[in-house]
């Protein structure tokens, strides 16, 4: 349930065009509905703008399938499962219209309808291996209701690859980047734009790269200003911030 649901709903019960008692059964599983297993968090939407994410990692395909139908009874806007097979897709469509599995991404994501969409976030990755966590910063942004561009592959053992594509950096509102490694891109590119700059290290590399710490340890001690730094392979983290960010930028001061 979003603000716009909340408000229509209170609206229709002070018109009489819906009952106190049926109100009251929209609202019984706020602020969350106990499952025993899970305690899914209702409320959320009205809170932050968007529903609780699925975490699919650990959890049984059945668990899965009964929070995604539980949250698609509440939920307003889209919804949204990371880290799941293919296996836990094909569960939730058999019981769930209007799902989508991107593969590469690993994310499931129900669609609710249309959404206009707003500012510019531009997703880059230091390499191709790198994509599948990109895929996961960009695909969640779009769901979020970002406008969402791609610029693959743009690491800086080839910087001119990048800098050739200066006009895409100037113009972006917000920007992801996507990096194993050493880690590097994130700094060249804080250095060049005054846009927030969300750096994301992947586990990408070789034995000294410890699965993507040297990345996170680089980024973290970036030389740039304006750089934040989410986990290793966390592309849903960064989409969803970049998300926000991009937000604030709608609102008027």
């Given at each position: 349930m979003?603000?716009k649901?909340l ?5 229709g ?8 008692d ?11 509905e106990?499952?025993g297993f899970a ?11 968007f529903?609780?994410?699925?975490y699919?990692?650990?959890?049984t ?5 009964t929070?995604?139908?539980?949250l698609?009874?509440?939920a307003?806007?889209?919804i ?16 769930i219209?209007?799902v989508e ?12 309808g ?13 390499g ?6 990109a895929e ?5 942004a779009?769901v979020?209701?970002?406008?969402v ?10 910087i ?9 950096l100037?113009?972006a509102?917000?920007i992801?980047?996507?990096a194993?490694?050493e880690?590097a891109?994130a700094?060249?590119v ?9 750096a994301v290290?992947t ?5 000294a790269s410890?699965g ?13 200003s304006?750089l934040?730094?989410v986990?290793i ?20 001061v």
């Amino acid at each position: 349930m979003n603000e716009k649901s909340l408000r229509d709903l209170l609206i229709g019960i002070q018109h009489h065009e819906i009952s106190v008692d049926a109100g009251l059964d929209k609202l019984k599983d706020l602020p969350f509905e106990d499952l025993g297993f899970a305690k899914i968090d209702h409320h959320r939407q009205l809170r932050q703008g968007f529903p609780e994410v699925i975490y699919s990692a650990g959890k049984t395909t059945e668990q899965i399938v009964t929070i995604v139908e539980k949250l698609a009874e509440r939920a307003d806007n889209n919804i949204l499962a990371t880290r799941a097979n293919h296996d836990v897709y094909e569960a939730v469509a058999a019981r769930i219209p209007n799902v989508e599995y991107y593969d590469l991404a690993r994310l499931i994501v129900i669609r609710r309808g249309e959404q206009e969409k707003r500012g510019h976030i531009l997703v880059l990755s230091a390499g191709t291996s790198d994509l599948p966590v990109a895929e996961e910063a960009a695909i969640t942004a779009e769901v979020m209701g970002n406008r969402v561009e791609r610029l693959y592959d743009t690491g800086v053992a080839g910087i001119h690859r990048l800098l050739s594509q200066k006009d895409k950096l100037y113009a972006a509102r917000v920007i992801i980047v996507v990096a194993g490694m050493e880690g590097a891109l994130a700094s060249v590119v804080g250095g060049l734009i005054d846009k927030p700059v969300i750096a994301v290290p992947t586990s990408v590399g070789y034995g000294a790269s410890f699965g993507g710490l040297a990345a996170l340890l680089a980024m973290l001690n970036s030389c740039a200003s304006g750089l934040s730094v989410v986990n290793i392979d966390n592309g849903f983290g960064a989409g969803y911030q970049a998300s926000l960010i991009n937000k604030l930028g709608e609102v008027d001061v």
